[in-house]
């Protein structure tokens, strides 16, 4: 499962640890960003790795080439770097169901809707 970000898949993680799906036994969990703290999740996450900077400097270099009138988009092809660690595996025999993987899809979901109406 490729989530968005890191933070999203640590809850991924977590909710797998709940239910007993074993990571990554049933299901590989890949997350995005490669923050610092994804290295101790557990298991360690794999992650893709994205250039801050190499994007920050694309984006500016356009902004000032661009007449103040103009608001054409642009799209920008940035080099990413998959790091792999222990959340992903190749693909198992005991490897979670399509139905499984949704109900616990729908859990986390809920959570995360109870906790925002919580804030």
Not at 48 to 58: D, L, N, S, V, Y
Not at 64 to 73: L, W, Y
Request: hydrophobic share 40%; proline share 4%.
């Amino acid at each position: 499962m490729l989530v968005a970000n890191d933070q999203m898949a640590l809850g991924v993680l977590r909710t797998c640890a709940e239910k007993g799906i074993r990571v990554p036994g049933q299901l590989s969990v890949i997350g995005y960003d490669d923050t610092t703290d994804s290295a101790w999740f557990t298991p360690p996450l794999t992650t893709i790795r994205q250039q801050f900077k190499e994007a920050g400097r694309h984006s500016v270099d356009w902004l000032i080439a661009q007449p103040a009138a103009d608001s054409t988009s642009r799209q920008m092809r940035q080099s990413v770097e998959l790091i792999v660690r222990g959340s992903t595996a190749a693909k198992q025999p005991e490897a979670l169901q399509d139905d499984d993987l949704a109900q616990c899809l729908q859990e986390l979901a809920a959570r995360v809707a109870r906790r925002s109406t919580d804030l």
